[in-house]
T-cell receptor, first 112, second 112 residues
Framework: GENVEQHPSTLSVQEGDSAVIKCTYS??????FPWYKQELGKRPQLIID?????GEKKDQRIAVTLNKTAKHFSLHITETQPEDSAVYFC???????????FGKGTRLHILP | EPEVTQTPSHQVTQMGQEVILRCVPI?????FYWYRQILGQKVEFLVS????????KSEIFDDQLSVERPDGSNFTLKIRSTKLEDSAMYFC??????????FGPGTRLTVL
């Protein structure tokens, strides 16, 4: 919530390489840290999330790491594939059922 | 796997007309949301709904908009007198208490 920034705004990665997107936030009461993926013309879809009592979570090629002290969390995608091309949004929340305030996102391009 | 559904997928209307966008949330969900996304821009929160009343609304949600849960399954967004700037993709989302929000596929509204 409050101020949320993602870096970079655009990222181009060679297929097979890794991609990392960082999200910084200001609300120290944030407890839930999801990442959403939106393909062109499609709905936002939750791809991974983490709660504040966990430092890292991994699901196959996707991982999220959280540094609550520094107020940032990152999305890591390994062995990138063409279908990973999309816009990715972080949306830290106090509670999972809070409204989602989407930022501008990070546009990820996977290059052949 | 249960999904949020929305109808119609595309709605074309004349300026000044009323439109109703329909959503069927996942059946045991308790929290309902509408978001909109103007072409090329970020997803914006409109309104959240819980226990048959609005729990939060954004400044975008003016008196031309209303939401309703007319029966046990549908959740609707009404725009009373459409304007050109209402043209956007409208996403419905639902969640069970303290769980992730699931988004519907969206309704593309075009106001002529």
């Amino acid at each position: 919530g409050e101020n949320v920034e993602q870096h970079p705004s655009t990222l181009s990665v060679q297929e097979g390489d890794s991609a990392v997107i960082k999200c910084t936030y200001s609300d120290s009461a944030s407890n839930y840290f999801p990442w959403y993926k939106q393909e062109l013309g499609k709905r936002p879809q939750l791809i991974i999330d983490i709660r504040s009592n966990v430092g890292e979570k991994k699901d196959q090629r996707i991982a999220v790491t959280l540094n609550k002290t520094a107020k940032h969390f990152s999305l890591h995608i390994t062995e990138t594939q063409p279908e990973d091309s999309a816009v990715y949004f972080c949306a830290p929340l106090r509670n999972r059922d809070d409204k989602i305030i989407f930022g501008k996102g990070t546009r990820l391009h996977i290059l052949p | 796997e249960p999904e949020v559904t929305q109808t119609p997928s595309h709605q074309v209307t004349q300026m000044g007309q009323e439109v109703i966008l329909r959503c069927v949330p996942i059946s045991n969900h308790l929290y309902f949301y509408w978001y909109r996304q103007i072409l090329g821009q970020k997803v914006e929160f409109l309104v959240s709904f819980y226990n048959n009343e609005i729990s939060e609304k954004s400044e975008i949600f003016d008196d031309q908009l209303s939401v309703e849960r007319p029966d046990g399954s549908n959740f609707t967004l009404k725009i009373r007198s459409t304007k050109l700037e209402d043209s956007a993709m409208y996403f419905c989302a639902s969640s069970y208490s303290y769980n992730e929000q699931f988004f519907g596929p969206g309704t593309r509204l075009t106001v002529l």
